[in-house]
């Protein structure tokens, strides 16, 4: 694929665990000693686990549910994604998300898929509220293997890339470090662990568990209109969200139809459709070896 060699040149391990790309070294600094304000709202994940959704939810309840204001500024602006150019740095995508993050007037919503150890050492001192959000890894590794077509044009095997996920070659990676670690902080009171499977099967619990978290009281009226709003359907046709402003381009460099969107199929078990018994066997294997002894159960926030 077109970026094939600068991620393989690129991805390595650091001391802390995480696969990053070169274009992590420059930012890793200023992110590390970022100055974290105590009324900031972070949206910690790992990728594909639902962290749009999650933002748009928690920047709504937060703003009590001011639904024109989500859409007529960018969810990418309103809630920067503080590390996008260690994604970006080779893509020609310009801007610089750091900037936005720090210069934003309080309170702040900051979006990061990056782990525990790689986070701004203030998180854990000035203990901002941290949203963080689970997923399947079945699912995640399948919405991880369509969003590298999009965003990467990965040509490769779609067993090759499972394969990848499971070894934790890909950016970001490890997947169970990563999750694991919010796990543990999941009673600290100024953190909440959600799942994508609750949000599924239940968003108005959700909602309302998120805003009393965030400490914000909503009506009855409130949460049908933001469940309502956050539903697959109309997110995918929002373009305050579905990230579409770019997304042309993408499609047509990497040769793909225009129904290839970043909100794509938005499921719990989609996975069955693509994955073949032996590997999801394995991925049952993995997890069960990584989670034994923690309590985390796949799906269950606790
Ligand atoms: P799929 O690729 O499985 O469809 P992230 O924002 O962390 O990158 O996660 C993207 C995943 O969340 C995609 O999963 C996307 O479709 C899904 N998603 C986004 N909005 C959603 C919604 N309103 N309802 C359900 N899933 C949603």
């Known amino acids: 694929c077109k970026n094939k060699d600068f991620y393989l040149a690129t991805l390595k391990a650091y001391p802390s665990g995480c696969v990053v790309t070169e274009g992590y070294r420059p930012l890793a600094e200023g992110i590390a000693n970022f100055d974290v304000r105590e009324d900031d709202i972070w949206v910690v994940t790992y990728p594909k686990c639902g962290t749009t959704w999650t933002q748009e939810m928690v920047w709504l309840i937060a703003n009590n549910c001011d639904f024109e204001g989500a859409r007529k500024v960018l969810l990418n602006e309103r809630f920067p994604f503080i590390e996008f150019g260690m994604i970006t740095a080779d893509t020609g995508i310009e801007g610089d998300t750091f900037a936005t993050a720090k210069n934003m007037q309080p309170p702040r919503f900051i979006k990061s898929h990056l782990p525990k150890g790689l986070l701004p050492k203030e998180l854990w001192t000035k203990k901002p509220k941290i949203v963080y959000v689970s997923r399947d890894p079945k699912d995640v590794a399948l919405s991880f293997y369509h969003h590298y077509k999009l965003m990467n044009g990965y040509k490769g095997s779609v067993e090759d890339y499972l394969e990848a996920f499971m070894n934790d070659a890909l950016v970001y990676s490890p997947f169970w470090g990563h999750?694991?670690?919010?796990?543990?902080?999941?009673?600290?009171?100024?953190?909440?662990?959600?799942?994508?499977?609750?949000?599924?099967?239940?968003?108005?619990?959700?909602?309302?568990?998120?805003?009393?978290?965030?400490?914000?009281?909503?009506?009855?009226?409130?949460?049908?209109?933001?469940?309502?709003?956050?539903?697959?359907?109309?997110?995918?046709?929002?373009?305050?969200?579905?990230?579409?402003?770019?997304?042309?381009?993408?499609?047509?460099?990497?040769?793909?139809?225009?129904?290839?969107?970043?909100?794509?199929?938005?499921?719990?078990?989609?996975?069955?459709?693509?994955?073949?018994?032996?590997?999801?066997?394995?991925?049952?294997?993995?997890t069960e070896e990584a989670t034994t002894g923690t309590g985390y159960k796949v799906g269950v926030s606790g």
């Open 179 to 286: 999750i694991l670690d919010f796990w543990k902080l999941r009673h600290e009171p100024n953190v909440l662990f959600n799942t994508y499977e609750e949000m599924k099967q239940d968003l108005p619990s959700v909602i309302r568990r998120t805003a009393r978290f965030l400490g914000r009281s909503l009506t009855e009226e409130q949460v049908a209109a933001l469940t309502d709003h956050l539903s697959f359907a109309k997110m995918r046709e929002n373009y305050s969200v579905n990230k579409e402003e770019g997304m042309t381009i993408l499609r047509q460099m990497n040769g793909l139809p225009d129904s290839h969107r970043f909100i794509r199929q938005g499921s719990s078990g989609g996975w069955r459709k693509e994955m073949t018994e032996a590997m999801a066997l394995r991925f049952d294997k993995w």
